[in-house]
């Protein structure tokens, strides 16, 4: 006997029911950060996407079941990372700044 899942649809509040082979559970990047995981899923009524938070063990227990998995990106890992502070519009240029400047025009961006 295969796994499924009944849950209401949160746009329509139609009841719905689903082999778990055909939802998707969306766990958070981060288990720690409180976040729970979602399950999403296709209302035939509405025809839009129903998504609802689950517990972990429901999320464990749907993947079992065969239900598809997406990773929400960790927010700290796609944060764009600046090797050093980047400089405050404010603060007028230094003859440091310049020196890099032409540094990285002549040898960093140029060569590209
Ligand atoms: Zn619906």
Do not use: K, N
Request: hydrophobic share 40%; proline share 12%; net charge negative.
């Amino acid at each position: 006997m295969s796994t499924r899942i009944r849950t209401t649809c949160t746009v329509c509040g139609s009841g719905l029911e689903a082999p778990a082979g055909r939802v998707l559970v969306d766990l958070p990047a981060a288990p720690d950060a409180g976040l729970p995981p979602q399950l999403l899923l296709h209302c035939p009524v509405c025809d839009h996407g129903s998504t609802t938070a689950i517990s972990w063990a429901h999320a464990a227990y749907l993947l079992a079941g065969g239900a598809g998995c997406l990773t929400s990106p960790d927010v700290a890992a796609v944060r764009p990372v600046y090797p050093e502070l980047p400089p405050s519009p404010d603060r007028p240029l230094t003859l440091d700044d310049l020196l890099e400047l032409h540094e990285e025009l002549e040898h960093g961006l140029l060569t590209r």
